[in-house]
């Protein structure tokens, strides 16, 4: 029973704490879907870290030095205790976002989270010296359960009730109580270890039965290919709908879940069952990518359980397979750190060689293509007491031979994306592309794509390259409070009174065709490659002149550093339109980044929010934003006009300018609100927020 409790104990501890921490710092690194993944990629090398010292510790000291020594070591990963992130590792830049992440984490929870990450294997090794009689693997079912428990609880009751502070403290003293639950389970080794039979140790130095070359180097593909399924289902989603915990947790608990089937018991995973539902979902993934690419018509629940229940029957199949060919224990530290290890190099795969090999997330189909190929590796090698010869060879084929299939569909799949692209970039904020459409023509155009969300475009007309397009048309939210703040109301009477506008994410650069010579137009963005493209093949930049200021970062962060530095810009409008495909950019509309907004806008500026999304109503969180800060507030819906290049968008208007709102000329714009607006209280903060109230019911 202690050991069972202490491995549910460090699992629950393991896994509450990374969407934790990577909501805590998601941002300071400008709300990245990347942020997730680097994160992941963190843990699974503290994991691998854990499983090695583990192993280390078994294999090269006696019972009793295993107690001393690790109960020692976690007295003293004590000293480490809170692990609040303190706010002066708080980037100044995101110019390097991957290694500041990952230097962030390790010098806040790198040692604790290393110490929980090796109880498991150590503690199951020290079962199997105990209870010689049984099999010390149910215990990893046990910890898979607690990492479940662990995962699930915090969206659903710690995130909605706890402060990020408030959640950092609790986790600390967790982790005090782990360790008291530790130290009573190695004592209960200590005492009894004297009593181990002459049996047992000559056992233990047997070293017939061998385990080969070949299993381990599959334990190792096979594990890193459900990280890489894992990361890059991940990561395809929330690059477009939203970078919160809860689209991390249900693929990781799915992935979780796929552990404690694997390897509770031989009975859950059965071949004849899994692998044709595997061949089925590989097929549901690429209808979904060649044939409805752009998922039009499909609601985000049924896009989540396709893709999920995809990743989720693949990733059972690699475990299921992995775990066939598992070693008796006394090879069990060994069998973890292959499997850890295989993690970590699926991280790195998806982290740092993907986005240098593809332009696209092509390791999202390729991780299934690469599923059917080794799971029909381990099948061949490993086809079953009972099972006739040729079954194993003929499923082998099969499921070759479909490899190849899909594997052309992914070449398809690329040239369909390629399709009227000039030039394609990737980077740790996702894909960008730059489409030409109707060349040739009069409507001739470019747009930008962040994932497949448009990000604006321009006419190639000498004339109508001009116009005000895409989100920003001069009847959108945004569009009016250019055209009629006080201060554009003066230079049309010929007072030479310019404007002093702020944009929080550039796209293609569009509002600057407001920007007139009197005007001083300053963008913030994020991401280089955004700059990058909208100034190569986007006018409207350029045309602007000098009156234009690219500023390159995080415009939070830069806003904030602003204001410690040089006070208040004074802006007469700053907008906010810094999302990346539909996903929301959480740090940009809490409390504290209002506050931010308001102070630096003149007296009578106006704040627009830029809300138009496909799965998420942020209509109610603006709309009490306006009463925290007592100000004036409008909402404003413009509709599409193709000709023009126009898309439907919703703005809302925040503004202590009493004279602005009640302009007749604005006024006739309004658009109503919601029902109901005013009964959803959800108001976000730095140390708070909930996604899961404004899901929209679709």
Same mark, same amino acid.
Request: with cysteine; glycine share 8%.
């Given at each position: ?29 400008? +709300? ?73 984490? +390790?010098?806040?929870? #790198? ?61 600390? @003293?967790?982790? *005090? ?112 990518? !060649?044939? =409805? ?32 060919? =598992? ?8 069998? /973890? @750190?292959?499997?850890?290890? #295989? ?6 795969? &998806? ?7 593809? !332009? ?8 299934? !293509? ?59 904020? *996702? ?17 930008? /794509?962040?994932?497949?969300?448009? $990000? ?20 959108? *939210? ?7 703040? $006080?201060?554009?109301? =003066? ?15 550039? #796209?293609?650069?569009? &509002? ?54 040089? *006070? ?36 009578? #500026? ?93």
């Amino acid at each position: 029973m202690k050991f069972a409790i202490t491995t549910f104990i460090s699992a629950f501890l393991l896994f509450q704490v990374q969407p934790m921490l990577a909501k805590y710092i998601l941002p300071w690194f400008g +709300g990245s879907p990347t942020v997730w993944s680097t994160c992941m990629l963190f843990f699974q090398f503290g994991l691998l870290i854990g499983y090695s010292y583990a192993h280390i510790l078994s294999k090269f000291f006696d019972s009793k030095k295993q107690v001393i020594i690790h109960f020692t070591i976690l007295i003293i990963s004590l000293l480490l205790m809170p692990i609040t992130p303190s706010e002066s590792l708080k980037p100044d830049s995101v110019s390097s976002p991957i290694w500041d992440i990952i230097i962030l984490l +390790g010098s806040t929870v #790198g040692f604790p989270y290393v110490m929980v990450s090796s109880t498991g294997p150590l503690l199951q090794h020290w079962f199997s010296k105990k209870f010689t009689d049984k099999s010390p693997y149910r215990l990893y079912a046990l910890s898979n359960l607690g990492s479940l428990l662990g995962l699930l609880s915090y969206p659903f009751l710690f995130e909605p009730n706890f402060g990020l502070y408030s959640q950092t403290i609790g986790w600390s @003293i967790g982790y *005090g109580v782990f360790i008291l639950f530790c130290g009573w389970s190695g004592i209960e080794l200590y005492k009894t270890v004297q009593n181990v039979s002459e049996k047992i140790k000559l056992e233990t130095k047997d070293n017939s039965n061998p385990i080969g070359f070949i299993k381990p180097i599959l334990w190792l593909c096979l594990s890193a290919i459900g990280s890489i399924l894992l990361l890059a289902t991940t990561n395809f989603v929330c690059q477009d709908v939203a970078v919160i915990p809860f689209l991390w947790i249900v693929p990781l608990a799915l992935y979780l879940i796929t552990f404690i089937i694997a390897f509770d018991s031989p009975r859950w995973y059965i071949r004849w069952i899994w692998m044709p539902l595997l061949f089925v979902a590989v097929c549901g993934v690429f209808y979904l990518l !060649v044939e =409805k690419p752009e998922f039009e018509g499909t609601k985000i629940v049924e896009l989540l359980v396709m893709y999920f229940g995809a990743m989720f029957v693949a990733t059972l199949v690699c475990h299921g397979e992995m775990v066939r060919l =598992k070693p008796s224990s006394k090879h069990l530290t060994f069998f /973890y @750190i292959m499997v850890s290890l #295989g993690g970590a190099l699926g991280g790195c795969f &998806v982290t740092f060689v993907a986005p240098e090999l593809f !332009v696209g997330f092509w390791e999202f189909p390729i991780a299934f !293509v690469l599923t059917l190929i080794f799971s029909a590796i381990a099948f061949i090698l490993s086809p079953g007491a009972k099972t006739p010869k040729w079954i194993p060879y003929t499923v082998g084929a099969i499921m070759f031979t479909s490899a190849m299939y899909f594997n052309y569909h992914i070449l398809h799949f690329v040239s369909d994306f390629k399709d009227n692209v000039l030039e394609s970039r990737r980077n740790f904020y *996702g894909v960008l592309r730059v489409l030409e459409t109707d060349k040739g023509s009069p409507s001739h155009y470019y747009k930008l /794509y962040h994932g497949r969300i448009n $990000h604006g475009m321009q006419f190639r007309d000498s004339v109508s390259q001009q116009w005000s397009t895409s989100y920003f048309s001069p009847h959108s *939210g945004i569009g009016i409070a250019l055209r009629m703040h $006080h201060k554009k109301e =003066k230079q049309k009477a010929g007072i030479n009174e310019g404007m002093n506008v702020g944009m929080i994410g550039m #796209g293609t650069g569009t &509002v600057a065709t407001y920007c007139t010579p009197l005007d001083k137009h300053t963008y913030y963005e994020i991401n280089p490659e955004v700059d990058y493209l909208a100034k190569k093949y986007f006018t409207y930049l350029s045309n602007a002149g000098d009156n234009v200021n690219v500023v390159l970062g995080d415009g939070r962060i830069e806003l904030e550093r602003a204001f410690r530095t040089s *006070g208040s810009k004074k802006f007469d409008v700053l907008a906010v339109d810094a999302f990346s495909g539909d996903a929301i950019p959480i740090h940009l509309l809490t409390k504290e980044a209002f506050q931010l907004y308001f102070n630096h806008l003149n007296e009578d #500026g106006i704040l627009a929010i830029h809300i138009s999304n496909l799965y998420f109503e942020l209509e109610p969180l603006v709309y009490n934003m306006a009463g925290v800060f007592q100000t004036h507030i409008a909402k404003f819906k413009n509709k599409k006009d193709r000709s023009l290049g126009i898309k439907s968008a919703t703005w809302i208007l925040l503004t202590k300018n009493r004279a602005f709102m009640e302009h007749p000329r604005v006024k006739k714009h309004f658009a109503e609100w919601d029902e109901g607006v005013g009964t959803n209280p959800v108001i976000w903060t730095d140390d708070y927020s909930d996604v899961i109230t404004l899901l929209k019911k679709i």
